[in-house]
């Protein structure tokens, strides 16, 4: 099993960017696939990104396709998530997960291994 630690959060203004991180120990990183979700006030856990073991493949929701970048370096272990022209409605507890599988309609239950989460608060 692989441990996650996110970092990079904060407060932004709308049309703004940041960059999260997640960095990953244990031996299965380079072969596991990589994800972001993300949590807002009251609502469920949602999908935002997911990277392939190899970097090769990435997937979005919807919601941030063109907005969103997620990206991984296998020899240091981590994955990030470039956020640019973010809005209000992208604030939200994101969290990193790891999971053995890669394939469109991932959801919460393809993933065993979670960080504790960073806060992204965009302002208007």
């Known amino acids: 099993q692989v441990q996650l630690v996110e970092s990079g959060g904060g407060l932004v203004q709308a049309g703004g960017s940041l960059r999260l991180s997640c960095a990953a120990s244990?031996?299965?990183?380079?072969?596991?696939?990589m994800g972001w979700f993300r949590q807002a006030p009251g609502k469920e856990r949602e999908f935002a990104a997911a990277?392939?073991?190899?970097?090769?493949?990435?997937i979005y929701v919807d919601s941030v396709k063109g907005r969103f970048t997620i990206s991984r370096d296998n020899a240091k272990k981590m994955v990030y998530l470039q956020m640019n022209s973010l809005k209000p409605e992208d604030t939200a507890v994101y969290y990193c997960?790891?999971?053995?599988?890669?394939?469109?309609?991932?959801?919460?239950?393809?993933?065993?291994?979670w960080g504790q989460g960073t806060q992204v608060t965009v302002s208007s």
């Open positions: 997960a790891a999971g053995r599988r890669f394939y469109s309609g991932m959801t919460i239950s393809d993933f065993g291994s």
């Open positions: 990277i392939s073991w190899s970097g090769a493949r990435t």
């Open positions: 244990g031996q299965t990183f380079s072969s596991d696939t």
